[in-house]
């Protein structure tokens, strides 16, 4: 067991007055609400020194958006990267190799679902996408279809900011309208309908409105048929919707997703940047439905959070197509490719998971579970659901982002709510007691802010 807290007892500082106004956030204007500043991190704890002048040690129910399954400063990742700066902690890629990056490209592909053969590391979940959709397009070309470049995807997805993974984000809450002209138009079927995992006695079962789910394969089917000859690839976050709404999904909508771009001469593109590693109750979400992709993407969690690094796995299919094309090679290549550290604390992320993301994810899922559904009682609350190490609380309103995350650190929780979304995707080591505060505190700044 751990210690309740190991953190540093480092207070103050003026970190967070020296930000405001000259160090860009997330989605946020320079002039808007005050940061709070991390003075430690470890295990599942952050220390911060909070805009009111006040400082608090919370429960992290965020992993640092999704990734940092393993907590904070785990000895083992702090010594795998120890010993990779020690060897060394970056080469370039071109005409060199090294063993983070082999050994690392060696589990990926045994773990990944089906037979992927091939592996291209990018420095970030966008980049892989942008990665990945270059490889479709080139796949088409090498395929002698040069003409099918657009992407079939659905409306409610996330991929990324950079430009062509924004293009096949949701086209009214994907940023769309501000870029106009500039992103490529792709065709967008209707958001795959709600669907609730209801689990009991560990028993798992997808429960989805049947009329629903057969009226969204029709619209996918149709849509597929009328625009196949321009279509590339089937774009897709498995199962689970995240960024754009945390929206668990049925995964026969997976199935018809695979089936659909069989019968076209489409790739399936798994987006598994935020839900491969377990953090949906499967290895990758893909398993739900038993699909393996042509393509997919992981990343976040990847390293445990602790560099920045993402890769994109495809088939030998894939990977042969391009490699006898005209073109021989993938079009892309960054400077920071199969970084070595990043690769080396990735492996030792990978062999922590082996031990056990199973068991803690059931752990982290049924307290999120238990503790979450406290908030159905309350009048703003609209919807509360789970997904393996995955809770919502949906409002029927906008979250007052500013005072929920407030009074959330003021009962030993960080969240980061948006839209109308107060949700956790906590770290998998934490406790059960861990899980519990996070859901208390959810519920409790949720009662404060909006009752
Ligand atoms: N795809 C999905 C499904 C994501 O959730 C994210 C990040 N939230 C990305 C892509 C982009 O990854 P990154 O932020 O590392 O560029």
Not at 375 to 391: I, K, M, P, Q, Y
């Given at each position: 067991m751990r210690e309740a807290s190991t953190l540093p007892t480092r207070t103050g500082g003026d970190t967070a007055l020296r930000d405001r106004g000259l160090v860009w956030h997330p989605y946020a204007p320079l002039n808007g609400p005050a940061p709070y500043a991390v003075l430690g991190a470890s295990g599942v704890r952050l220390s911060l020194d909070c805009p009111d002048g006040t400082s608090a040690e919370v429960v992290d129910a965020m992993a640092s958006w999704w990734c940092a399954v393993h907590g904070y400063r785990h000895p083992a990742l702090d010594a795998a990267a120890h010993r990779q700066i020690d060897d060394f902690s970056h080469v370039m890629f071109g005409g060199l190799t090294h063993e983070p990056a082999v050994a690392l490209a060696e589990?990926?592909?045994a773990m990944a679902p089906g037979p992927m053969a091939h592996v291209f590391f990018a420095d970030s979940g966008?980049?892989?996408?942008?990665?990945?959709?270059?490889?479709?397009?080139?796949?088409?070309?090498?395929?002698?279809?040069?003409?099918?470049?657009?992407?079939?995807?659905?409306r409610g997805g996330y991929h990324g900011d950079t430009f062509a993974a924004m293009s096949v984000c949701d086209p009214v809450d994907g940023m769309h309208s501000a870029f106009p002209g500039v992103l490529a138009s792709h065709v967008f079927?209707?958001?795959?309908?709600?669907?609730?995992?209801?689990?009991?006695?560990?028993?798992?079962?997808?429960?989805?409105d049947e009329a629903?789910?057969?009226?969204?394969?029709?619209?996918?089917?149709?849509?597929?048929?009328?625009?196949?000859?321009?279509?590339a690839a089937v774009v897709v976050e498995p199962v689970l919707q995240g960024a754009g709404g945390m929206r668990?999904?049925?995964?026969?909508?997976?199935?018809?997703?695979?089936?659909?771009?069989?019968?076209?001469?489409?790739?399936?593109?798994?987006?598994?940047?935020?839900?491969?590693?377990?953090?949906?109750?499967r290895l990758f979400a893909c398993e739900w439905a038993d699909v393996a992709p042509d393509v997919m993407c992981v990343g976040k969690a990847l390293t445990g959070g602790y560099l920045s690094l993402a890769a994109v796995l495809m088939?030998?299919?894939?990977?042969?197509?391009i490699t006898e094309s005209s073109f021989g090679a993938l079009l892309h290549g960054p400077t920071f490719m199969a970084n070595p550290l990043a690769c080396a604390v990735a492996s030792a992320s990978l062999d922590l998971l082996a031990d056990s993301w199973a068991a803690d994810v059931a752990r982290v899922g049924s307290g999120l579970r238990a503790g979450l559904s406290a908030?159905?009682?309350?009048?703003?609350?609209?919807?509360?659901?789970?997904?393996?190490?995955?809770?919502v609380i949906q409002l029927d309103r906008a979250v007052d982002v500013p005072a929920i995350t407030a009074a959330a650190v003021r009962n030993s929780v960080w969240v980061r709510p948006f839209r109308d979304l107060v949700y956790a995707m906590p770290p998998y080591v934490c406790t059960e007691d861990e899980v519990a505060t996070i859901c208390a505190g959810m519920v409790a700044a949720v009662r404060e802010v909006h009752p």
């Open positions: 589990r990926l592909v966008s980049v892989s996408v942008e990665v990945a959709l270059k490889l479709a397009l080139q796949f088409q070309a090498a395929s002698g279809c040069p003409g099918r470049q657009r992407f079939l995807t659905v079927a209707p958001r795959p309908p709600l669907a609730r995992l209801e689990v009991n006695d560990g028993h798992e079962q997808w429960v989805t629903e789910f057969d009226q969204w394969s029709r619209e996918f089917r149709a849509l597929a048929a009328a625009h196949a000859s321009e279509l668990p999904y049925d995964p026969r909508c997976v199935r018809v997703m695979r089936d659909v771009a069989d019968e076209h001469g489409m790739l399936l593109v798994a987006d598994e940047i935020a839900t491969g590693f377990g953090r949906t109750g088939t030998s299919r894939v990977g042969a197509a908030a159905l009682d309350l009048e703003s609350v609209r919807d509360v659901r789970t997904v393996g190490a995955v809770g």
